[in-house]
């Protein structure tokens, strides 16, 4: 009802509402007076096709007006088609007649009252509800060049009657009714054909998300592809506005010369809505294609950061899992910064600083027991003996060797057991990794081992 409602609103502050001129209100008088009356819409399915049968029918046979008949067919084809179980129809559609006539949708025409049959026309609001859904007007670079065409030719014969008006006449019959009606049919079209593209990009982002969804990695290049259409039609669209756009203001500036020469305040009136309707076209298509340019970095930047890096969704899948589990198993990450200290010293603008810099050297150095810390002790041997008396991971080979060391050196001797176990043995890989206790107070994340022994020299 709100959405209906405000576009109600919408079309009544338009300078061009049809073929009458509307003069603009103050919106919150509009808004109260529209709360003083009342106003509200209840349509069902059944309604709104029934409207949208009349509408055909009406455009099919050429018709102006429905009679009784013609509209009690109508309903009852619409209820075969939409609830076939509805029973007393010619009931049922007297009452929705009542009801749509009572939300001014339906109007009765023939003036004769209860005495005859009625005969019945479409509301301009149930009009607007009918186009709004069997309309599927898009914008594209041929129809707005065309229309945009025929808006400058329709300004350019404007202007020539304004400067051969010589009387208050003249200027009423080719000036201001050509200003209002042909020029705000026209502009009217463009922005009808503006909402049949925006419904089209909220159909391209609905398709985008199907596809990831259907097939994560698969979409990719049906994602790119429209994505890029869009885009391109987007900046086409733009291009052919504030091309034509200049030429449209450059003509209604003439107009409105002339028009505040013979003080026709009329004329100059409907001159500037035109141009501040021609302004909304333009700031309408920079906001679109700013719009679809965030939305078109974001798509990309997720394809290339997410979907081409977890082509078999493993990561996401993982990272849904531990969310799910945290409040079984949380997890958080703890950081300490330190305090900068800050030291007052005079900037010297003078002198050329060298940068800094520091020799290159191989970082990766080979593991070298420590004799003092394990002297008498051959770790080399005790995790041989245990790799050969069966153990299966890194947790029991460290179990079994972690007795024969002193306390003392047991916490730094870890480290050496396991580089000594990465030389004898390979290990498993597994996307997680328990954690196993060793001794009363040390845990260590476990490896699964697939034993092939090889000299730890090499």
Not at 180 to 194: C, D, F, H, K, P
Not at 229 to 234: G, N, S, V
Not at 439 to 451: F, G, K, P, V
Request: glycine share 6%; with cysteine.
């Amino acid at each position: 009802m709100c959405a209906i409602v405000g576009s109600f609103f919408a079309s009544s502050m338009s300078p061009y509402n049809g073929l009458m001129h509307v003069s603009r209100e103050d919106p919150h008088r509009v808004l109260a007076g529209l709360h003083r009356g009342g106003v509200s819409l209840e349509l069902s399915t059944l309604d709104v096709c029934f409207l949208a049968g009349l509408q055909l029918r009406a455009e099919q046979d050429g018709l102006a007006s429905f009679g009784e008949d013609i509209v009690f067919d109508v309903f009852e084809q619409v209820c075969d088609l939409v609830d076939p179980s509805i029973e007393q129809s010619r009931k049922r559609a007297t009452n929705t007649i009542a009801r749509l006539r009572a939300q001014r949708l339906l109007a009765r025409v023939d003036g004769t009252g209860i005495i005859s049959a009625g005969e019945y026309a479409l509301t301009g609001l149930a009009s607007v509800i009918v186009r709004s859904f069997l309309e599927d007007e898009q914008l594209t670079r041929e129809s707005l060049s065309l229309l945009t065409g025929a808006v400058i030719s329709s300004i350019a014969q404007v202007r020539t009657a304004a400067q051969r008006a010589d009387s208050e006449a003249a200027w009423w019959g080719t000036v201001l009714a050509p200003l209002r009606v042909t020029v705000g049919e026209l502009v009217g079209g463009i922005e009808r054909r503006q909402r049949g593209l925006d419904r089209q990009q909220e159909d391209v982002q609905r398709e985008i998300g199907e596809l990831l969804q259907a097939d994560w990695f698969g979409a990719l290049e049906q994602c790119q592809s429209l994505l890029d259409a869009t885009a391109t039609t987007l900046q086409e669209l733009n291009e052919v506005l504030l091309r034509d756009s200049n030429q449209i203001q450059g003509l209604l500036q003439e107009v409105q010369h002339a028009a505040a020469t013979a003080r026709i305040t009329d004329v100059e009136a409907a001159t500037l809505q035109v141009g501040e309707q021609v302004d909304r076209m333009v700031a309408w298509g920079a906001s679109r294609q700013r719009a679809w340019s965030g939305y078109y970095q974001y798509v990309h930047r997720f394809l290339r950061d997410v979907v081409r890096l977890d082509p078999d969704r493993a990561l996401s899948q993982r990272l849904l899992e531990q969310i799910r589990q945290w409040p079984k198993r949380p997890f958080a990450v703890i950081v300490a910064s330190d305090a900068h200290i800050r030291l007052l010293r005079s900037v010297s603008a003078r002198g050329e600083r060298l940068p800094v810099g520091r020799p290159r050297a191989d970082r990766d150095k080979d593991v070298v027991t420590d004799a003092s810390a394990t002297a008498g002790i051959d770790l080399v041997a005790l995790v041989r003996e245990a790799l050969d008396a069966g153990a299966c991971d890194l947790a029991s080979v460290t179990r079994v060797v972690l007795p024969q060391i002193d306390t003392a050196e047991r916490y730094r001797s870890i480290g050496r057991i396991a580089a000594i176990v990465a030389t004898l043995a390979t290990a498993r890989l597994a996307r997680e990794r328990t954690w196993g206790p060793v001794s009363d107070a040390i845990e260590i994340e476990d490896w699964s081992l697939e034993q092939a022994h090889k000299d730890p020299a090499t």
